[in-house]
């Protein structure tokens, strides 16, 4: 089975402090730790299970600057084949539509049987799988977190609201949407990364792929961030501060106050 997964570098939130920019209209992006997505992580280690059961091979690919080639080679490192890069100046700013593109014509370059996305990135929108999938004309599922081999088919779970889960057979090739959870994401060592430090990863631009610039940039997008902002602090409402013990036994004497412990 050849399985194609989508890997984004995005901020490390564990690693920085994320604050906002002069403009007010982003982060600030400067001097941020970096690394891959944790959606993705999961759908990697997924798909590299899934190969270890049935055959076959695993590609990465991300869209971003050569630095994205880092998540790439880690990917590569935990155990994946492959990896392409597909990087334009063309394709700063683009929205979830213009990424959805770019990957659809790398995808129709190779033969995928299953392509992976995380459940979301860091912009939260969750959105890429399911045009990707629309643009490919192939089934898609969102929040999966089991995957059975059936064949040509897969069996997959879904997570719902409630704490419910719906279970599904779906045709390959199809598109998934992995939640976190759904495995245990494999260590990477010092060994695999130099392993893979110097594995050649071809970058892919606008004219390899067939796209035209226009039609996937920034002044393509539909989609354009405005603001970013923190939300007013509501009535009522108190941020505590202080390290973390001195944070919980300030909220504990609040609880106590109010009536919410005894």
Partial sequence: MEILVCVKRVPDTSENEIELNGAGNDIDRDDLVYSVNEWDNYAVEEALQIVDKVGGSVTVISVGDDESEEVLRREMAMGADKGILLSDDAFENVDGRGIATILKAAV????????????????????????????????????????????????????????????????????????????????VGIRGIRKVASVEIPTLGAADLGLDAAAVGASAARVQRTDYFLPEMGDGAEILEGSTEEIIDKLVELLKAKGGLK
């Fill in 108 to 187: 129709e370059k190779g033969n995928y049987d299953l392509i992976f996305t995380g459940a979301q990135a860091d912009d939260g929108a969750a959105q890429v799988g399911g045009m990707l999938a629309a643009m490919l004309d192939v089934p898609f599922a969102s929040l999966v977190n089991t995957i059975e081999v059936n064949g040509d088919k897969l069996k997959i779970g879904r997570e719902i609201e409630g704490g419910n889960q719906e279970m599904y057979e779906i045709s390959l090739p199809c598109v998934l949407s992995i939640q976190t959870g759904i495995n245990e994401p494999r260590y």
